[in-house]
Every structure is written in structure tokens, then in C-alpha cells.
């Protein structure tokens, strides 16, 4: 069985930064992709940014330029660095994987981290 816990979400005015994390645990054998995606209520979940194993990441084009995702092979943990928050990008975010636990691939989703941006 394999887990995403979130953390870092929060409060924050526009302008300012948030950093999320999202560090997987259980049965790995090799993280093939990871990424964050972002709903609102009323509104269907949509992809923010992605990242792959051998480092290809890919974003949602209201973000680019502001935010940033990386990945720690060591740790199993993803960050998404958002920088110049807008009132536009509140929302849930949620952690997703796909993952090789070496006796199948799943696809795994975190419980979700609430990120409000207001002045």
C-alpha cells in the first residue's frame, strides 16, 4: 500500500509564497510520475504542474513562471514552490502519483492541502 501526505498549505496574501510538499511512502519500488493538481467548488480538478522520473515537468499556463515543482528521488517527496500567489490560485490541492510498487503500477492520490490567497 502506498500513501501521499501533504503539508504546507496555509493562508497568504497576494504576492507571497507558499512551498507544498507531498512525500509518498508504503510499497515503492520506482516513482514514475508525480504532480499537483488544484480544484475549486464547482469547478473540476485541474493540473498544475507535473514531473516525471527522468526530470520532464510540465505546467499549467496560468503558473509558468511562478511556480516551480521538484522532486527529492531520495526522500520519495515532491514540492511545488509558488511564487507571486494570486487571489486566482486559491484552491485544494491535491498530490498525485503514479507508482511501481514491483508487483503493480497504481495511481495514488493525497488528501488534499487548502491554499487560500487573500488580502
Known amino acids: 500500500q502506498v500513501q501521499l501526505v501533504e503539508s504546507g498549505g496555509g493562508l497568504v496574501q497576494p504576492g507571497e509564497s507558499l512551498r507544498l510538499s507531498c512525500a509518498a511512502s508504503?510499497?515503492?519500488?520506482?516513482?514514475?510520475?508525480m504532480g499537483w493538481y488544484r480544484q475549486v467548488p464547482g469547478k473540476e480538478r485541474e493540473l498544475v504542474a507535473t514531473i516525471t522520473s527522468n526530470g520532464n515537468e510540465r505546467y499549467l499556463d496560468a503558473v509558468k513562471g511562478r511556480f516551480t515543482i521538484s522532486g527529492d528521488a531520495i526522500k520519495n517527496t515532491v514540492y511545488l514552490q509558488m511564487n507571486s500567489l494570486k487571489t486566482e490560485d486559491t484552491a485544494v490541492y491535491y498530490c498525485n502519483a503514479v507508482i511501481n510498487t514491483g508487483t503493480m503500477l497504481t495511481t495514488v492520490w493525497g488528501q488534499g492541502t487548502q491554499v487560500t490567497v487573500s488580502s
Open positions: 508504503g510499497s515503492i519500488r520506482r516513482i514514475n510520475f
